[in-house]
């Protein structure tokens, strides 16, 4: 089935850096999502944007949901040890009643 | 308040014997997703329920996979005659029309 390109697949990084992470696609989303997942839990919602340009922030974690509808980044400032996890983008055509795609993930290490 | 549960959290099988899957929603939500991760990958999309139309099974890898929603709540994914490639998490998803979707921390399906 379809899945976005996310990038890097896995990153080590030292407390306190800061992460930078992407998706594209080769369709258009309306909706982009960004999850994060803990070893054996299922994802957790970090951030929603449903319009073109839209840059919000929660917390350290800041997204953006590109301009021409067909990618996203995920920045998280200043890491802390309890970031670490697999986070996963989404992508979702239609808001609320589609099935998400997902990126493969990036497996994100902070070394304290 | 609750969020979505989903039972067994791990279940080992035979290759050949059938695996049926539980999935209780968050409560008022009207769609259902069930989604299937394999080792390493993001989440794939298999079939998805909305209030009390058609479900759409376009994700469903083979016909030895259904899945049924009773009473527009509880969902039920059956495997027939498992095989090994159908070891993965399999996760079910559920938000109301309009919102994101809400993870369970998923079924670690495991065929031997």
């Known amino acids: 089935g379809q899945q976005l390109n996310q990038s890097p697949q896995s990153m080590f990084i030292q407390e306190g850096e800061d992460v930078s992470m992407n998706c594209t696609s080769s369709s258009i989303f309306n909706t982009w999502l960004w999850y994060k997942q803990d070893p054996g839990e299922g994802p957790v919602l970090l951030i929603a944007l449903y319009k073109a340009g839209e840059l919000t922030s929660n917390g350290r974690l800041t997204a953006q949901f590109g301009i021409t509808r067909k990618d996203s980044f995920l920045n998280i400032s200043a890491s802390i040890p309890s970031d670490v996890g697999i986070y996963f983008c989404?992508?979702?055509?239609?808001?609320?009643?589609?099935?998400?795609?997902f990126g493969k993930g990036t497996r994100l290490s902070v070394i304290a | 308040g609750a969020g979505v549960s989903q039972s067994p959290s791990n279940k080992v099988t035979e290759k050949g014997k059938d695996v049926e899957l539980r999935c209780d929603p968050i409560s008022g939500h009207t769609a259902l997703y069930w989604y299937r991760q394999s080792l390493g990958q993001g989440l794939e999309f298999l079939i998805y329920f909305q209030g009390n139309s058609a479900p759409d099974k376009s994700g469903l890898p083979s016909d030895r996979f259904s899945a049924e929603r009773t009473g527009g709540s509880v969902s039920t994914l059956t495997i027939q005659r498992t095989q090994q490639e159908d070891s993965a998490v399999y996760l079910c998803?559920?938000?109301?029309?309009?919102?994101?979707?809400?993870f369970g921390p998923g079924t670690r399906l495991t065929v031997l």
């Open positions: 998803a559920s938000s109301t029309y309009t919102d994101t979707q809400y």
């Open positions: 989404a992508g979702q055509a239609d808001s609320g009643n589609t099935p998400l795609v």
